[in-house]
Structure formats: C-alpha cells, structure tokens
C-alpha cells in the first residue's frame, strides 16, 4: 500500500524532497523497498507507535523546516491514492477561497463506492438519537458522503486525504497528540473554525482509500482507541457536564451492546465466527470501562510514554 501511495504522489510530479514518510514502529520490509523505489524521500523512522497525531507533527515540523517551505501540506494515508488532479483541485480551492485553512477530499473505495469524507462536529444529540433520525432533522449537516460538483463549507473532513494551509499553522497550531488515534482532524477543524478559518470539501481532490485496515486488525482495540479520543474531544470541546453524560452513555450502550452480543451468540450455538469477533469487541470495551478505562490498553507497541 505505501508504494502504491508513493506512486500515486509521483505520478502527480511532487519530487522526493517533498515527499514525508513517517514509519511508526513497522516491523515489515515497507521502508526499504520504498527507499528502492523512490530514492530521495523524507523518512522519519519511530521505534514504536507514536500515534497519528503525534506522526503526522513530525512529518509536518520536517515540511516546514526546508530552505523552501511549503505554502500546503497534504496530509495522506498509506492506503489512500491520490487520483489525477488532485493536487490541482486543492490548489484551485485554496487560491479561490483565501479564507480556508483545511480542506479535504472526496474518498473512494478501490471498487468505486463512495466513502465517507466530511463529518458533522461530535455532538450529544448524536450520541444518543439514531443517525437516520438525524439525518431525517438535519439532512445536509448529518450527512457523511456526497456527490457535489463544487466545493462547499464542511464541519469536519477526514484526515486520509486532507490539506492545511500553512500559513495558518503559527495560530491553529499542529494536531493535538493527545488523541492517539482518531479524532485528532475532527478536533483541528473545529480549533480552525473557531478561529474564523473555513473548512471545505473539494469534490476534485479526488483519492482512493481502502480505510479501516488497523480497526479491522485489531477491533477490541481500536475500539477502545475511538471511545477514547471521543471522550478526549468532549471533554476539552464540550465541559465537564457534558462530558459526563455522554461518559455514562457510552457505558450504557457499550453494556447493552455487549449484552445483546452474548444472546446473539447464544442464540445461534456460537458458530456464527462474524457474531462471536463482534461480541467479544464489545465485552474488551465493557471490561475496559469496568477497570477505568487504563491508558495501557488499546493498541499495541505504543511508545513508552504513551501507555
């Protein structure tokens, strides 16, 4: 998937020298045969998982210290690709709008399906009502994909495939490494907007993403990572009283959830493998509740100072 994503950059005329890879503990041969195959780029080696948040600064910090700084960062998943173009739309977009200072744009998946590229801020009301009663209420701000020709303003876009503007960096400042992993690009575009800078989607910043390949490696996990940073978010966005109530309705839900899972099991003589893998997901974030929440679960070979 790297080389992959290392060509689709090339492919879009960008040279090595401004080209950041930033490798968080793997232990495969990714590195070295992209050191092969794109001789020249920037590769910031960590020994262990540092997170996204936490990646991402380096790679950023490493941008913007070149005799030539760049006027963009495009931040990129390894298992995204940018389609043709795409740096262009981000161009156009930014030079049109001069007050945007994030953008991100339209994901695909590899069969063509539209993905999910732009997200309302967390709120309560989506917490605890149903999305599709939402979505009935507030249709164009509950909604996760569209098929717009032009651009338009966005609460969030998600971070596979999004663009910053650096010269607003110095007063937004860099993703918060506080969230390990999730929510750290919902919680920069809130911090942008509340600074009078716009966030926009850009239908012809066009990437393919395959998404999802650490949550599906490690589901119990992961889990516990996205419950964590959303309890992050509400609680440094939201204050203490409504960081409580959506605290106690995640346990609620998670134990209803796990709940659910066991009878389903039960009920189908535990030999349906998908029913057993969701409902052990559930009962690692019930017990992970249960223990109050320890920073050392979640994902593995986390750096040190990260557990």
């Known amino acids: ?182 929510f750290e690009e919902i919680d920069w575009c809130r911090r942008a907007r509340l600074m009078g800078a716009e966030v926009y989607h850009l239908p012809d910043a066009r990437a393919v993403h395959s998404g999802g390949h650490t949550a599906n490696r490690f589901r119990g996990p992961a889990r516990v990572e996205y419950q964590r940073s959303k309890l992050i978010y509400f609680k440094r966005s939201r204050g203490p009283v409504t960081y409580f109530l959506v605290s106690a309705f995640l346990i609620f839900r998670t134990f209803i959830n796990a709940l659910a899972g066991a009878v389903a099991c039960a009920a189908t003589l535990w030999l349906s493998k998908r029913l057993r893998a969701k409902a052990a997901t559930y009962w690692y974030l019930l017990c992970w509740h249960a223990l109050l929440r320890p920073a050392s679960w979640g994902l593995p070979d986390k750096c040190p100072n990260l557990q």
């Open 1 to 182: 998937m790297l080389i992959d994503c290392a060509d689709s950059i090339a492919r879009e005329d960008v040279p090595p020298s401004q080209i950041f890879i930033v490798d968080n503990g793997s232990c495969d041969d990714s590195i070295q045969n992209l050191q092969q195959t794109h001789p020249g780029v920037h590769i910031n080696r960590n020994s262990c998982n540092a997170g996204f948040a936490r990646a991402v600064n380096q790679g950023i910090r490493q941008a913007l210290d070149q005799p030539a700084p760049a006027d963009f960062i495009l931040l990129l998943n390894n298992d995204a690709q940018l389609q043709p173009g795409a740096l262009r739309a981000f161009a156009d977009g930014f030079d049109a709008m001069p007050k945007v200072a994030i953008a991100g744009g339209q994901l695909h998946y590899p069969d063509g399906r539209l993905q999910s590229a732009i997200a309302p801020l967390p709120s309560v009301a989506e917490e605890i009502l149903p999305l599709f009663i939402l979505k009935l209420v507030a249709p164009d701000r509950f909604r996760r994909k569209t098929r717009v020709s032009q651009p338009i303003a966005a609460e969030s876009v998600l971070g596979a495939c999004l663009c910053v503007r650096a010269s607003v960096l110095p007063t937004l400042g860099l993703l918060d490494e506080d969230y390990f992993f999730f």
